[in-house]
């Protein structure tokens, strides 16, 4: 058995900034409102017209990991893509990926674990390498949300929040099983699905209802904010203590925390239950609000591009989000 290490890094985010001023003049908020609930101050969006999307964004920041990794493209083994707006019904955007950095016919899986996918991603990816089945693989996690939000006072509660970006890294062999990925943890509860989601289109009600009610708001996403927020604090506490106590670690061993950029709130809620000081967790919500499956892979790659993560740490990814599903993973940087 092996471990699996985090040996690149890469982020994209669009050149578009929009900021609570702009979404004031959109539909009716303001910054005060924005910012006191969610903790987000901008957030980047598509440009129309713009070539971007989850695929492009994915490709660019894949790109950027793998030339830090020392790779080439012709040296990963396997691609995991994790995203909700791929930009195809189907196929998912890890085959894309293939073909857009013109690697090799390797296999490529698509994960839908929504704000937890980045971390189910890494899960699966690190199985794969444990096991010996491959020693190289590229895992991605992007969104494109801007194109698929209720822009108007209705959708106001949902579009303040969600931005879009990419982030990707390279896991590699490690044969020394005290470093790198020590253990992940994967939950679910399904019965709460209904509480953040986007109805439509789906098996009982497909495009041909949508289009004959132009009212019909079952495309855009809804989420009980209040309902999330109090399981989001739950779970989190819960799923970082599982990683914690597996690996004999306590709380004071955390020397880095990348949380799913939620919610500020949140993060400040978990910072504060678990006593951690403010160079312990790495929060970037404020510029670029929720990218969900994008979050944790962007805010880990500028944690350690800002020489915040330094090897030997203990650094724990966690997140929560629809389904309901929610996820750790437990590093010893190396």
Not at 182 to 195: F, N, P, Q, R, V
Not at 250 to 276: G, V
């Amino acid at each position: 058995m092996y471990n699996s290490k985090i040996i690149g890094l890469g982020k994209y985010v669009p050149d578009n900034v929009v900021t609570n001023d702009d979404l004031s003049k959109m539909m009716d908020t303001n910054d005060e409102w924005i910012q006191e609930r969610t903790g987000i101050q901008e957030r980047r969006w598509i440009k129309e017209g713009s070539n971007d999307t989850s695929a492009v964004m994915g490709a660019k920041a894949a790109k950027m990991a793998i030339e830090r990794s020392g790779l080439t493209k012709d040296g990963i083994d396997f691609i995991v893509f994790a995203t909700l707006s791929p930009d195809y019904y189907f196929p998912g955007c890890g085959v894309q990926i293939q073909d857009m950095l013109d690697m090799p016919t390797v296999g490529a899986l698509d994960v839908r674990n929504q704000c937890s996918g980045f971390v189910y991603a890494i899960s699966v990816a690190d199985q794969f390498i444990k096991t010996g089945m491959y020693k190289n693989i590229l895992v991605i996690g992007a969104e494109y949300h801007s194109n698929g939000l209720d822009k108007t006072t209705r959708g106001r509660g949902v579009t303040v929040i969600f931005g879009d970006g990419a982030g990707a890294c390279v896991l590699s062999r490690e044969e020394d099983t005290t470093k790198g990925i020590l253990s992940t943890h994967l939950h679910s509860e399904g019965k709460y699905a209904d509480k953040l989601m986007v109805e439509g289109p789906s098996i009982a009600h497909w495009v041909p209802e949508i289009l004959e009610n132009p009212d019909d708001t079952s495309y855009f996403p809804y989420m009980d904010g209040t309902f999330v927020f109090k399981h989001a604090v739950v779970r989190f506490s819960e799923v970082i203590m599982e990683g914690l106590m597996k690996n004999g670690l306590k709380k004071e061993d955390i020397d880095m925390l990348i949380p799913h950029q939620a919610n500020l709130r949140i993060a400040q809620f978990i910072q504060k239950k678990f006593r951690l000081r403010e160079d312990q967790v790495f929060n970037n919500i404020m510029k670029y609000g929720n990218t969900t499956a994008a979050s944790v892979i962007i805010a880990l790659t500028e944690a350690w591009e800002e020489g915040k993560i330094k090897p030997g740490d203990n650094v724990v990814l966690a997140a929560f989000g629809s389904g309901f599903t929610w996820a750790s993973a437990i590093i010893k940087w190396s």
